[in-house]
């Protein structure tokens, strides 16, 4: 066909959306994310790891030097403690979903409460609305205390087919 | 003294926080910002760079396999395209203010407008006021072109001596 002739070689692979649908619909099935986790750079670029609790997922982010935003204090940057949220609440929705489409972030608002320390920080999110076209998350970081958030952060998903 | 006995090692970095404002308050008399970044083990782990053009900066996010958040599409993870928002916005800050003060990032809001594909990514930012304990700092961030942003937001920074 010769329509063909404009496929770049982008527009090729996004045909093959598909792919990560699959990794997340096995992943829903077995209840394994890990295959999932370790199918995202960016989370083994933060060094994200998750533990499952029942329904509940806790989201760890190790103490990592290349995390660090003032080396002085040192603190770790407010990027990363963002992106760390911003995963964390992506992971959390695609375990609890029913469905398997991937989740697209709409938008992402962050409160800072407390300094983040160069130190393990853990995160926990909650869907509080998930309809069959938006999902609303919200997001808690902490570090010493569950109590004593450093962060808190609500996300807006669509949910496309 | 006898109270020096409870300074941990981590407080007695803290005692040192001068240091990081040396290092701005040095950026900022010469003009000169890349001795900063070096300082920001973040800033090294995503990529970033800029480019100053007068008083404007361009932030360069430059196309990084590690920051991939979905490898089919390819498309770059939300969370560091927030965390690179969020860094060009301090950095940004850092360098257009007249005093050496390490701003405070108290909230960040993130819209995201387009997937943001893997290729290079740029960010511009204004600060639309500043007073003299809390400043107001917008980020555009775009690929192809800077009137189709992929993702705007904005934060608003503590200025604390």
């Known amino acids: 066909m010769s329509d ?5 070689p982008d527009t090729a692979v996004i045909q093959q959306n ?5 990794v997340l619909r096995e ?3 077995s209840g394994e994310f890990q295959p999932l986790l370790d199918n995202i ?10 533990q499952r609790l029942g329904n509940d997922v806790l989201f760890h982010l190790p103490k990592n030097d290349d995390n660090i935003g003032n080396p002085i204090l040192p603190a770790i940057h407010g990027g990363v403690i963002g992106g760390f949220m911003e995963l964390s609440a992506s992971l959390h929705l695609m ?3 029913d469905c398997a489409t991937l ?4 938008d992402f608002s962050l409160d800072y409460l407390r300094a983040g320390r160069h130190q393990d920080t853990y995160a926990e999110c909650q869907v509080w609305r998930q309809g069959t076209r938006v999902a609303n998350v919200a997001i808690n970081a902490w570090q010493t205390e569950r109590s004593s958030p450093i962060a808190t952060a609500r996300a807006h ?3 496309t087919k």
């Open 4 to 8: 063909q002739k404009i496929v770049t």
């Open 18 to 22: 598909g792919g990560f649908e699959d």
């Open 27 to 29: 992943a829903q099935q």
């Open 41 to 50: 750079p960016y989370a083994n670029l933060i060094g994200l790891k998750f």
């Open 95 to 97: 375990m609890n979903m």
């Open 103 to 106: 989740p697209k972030m709409i």
């Open 157 to 159: 998903f669509l949910l």
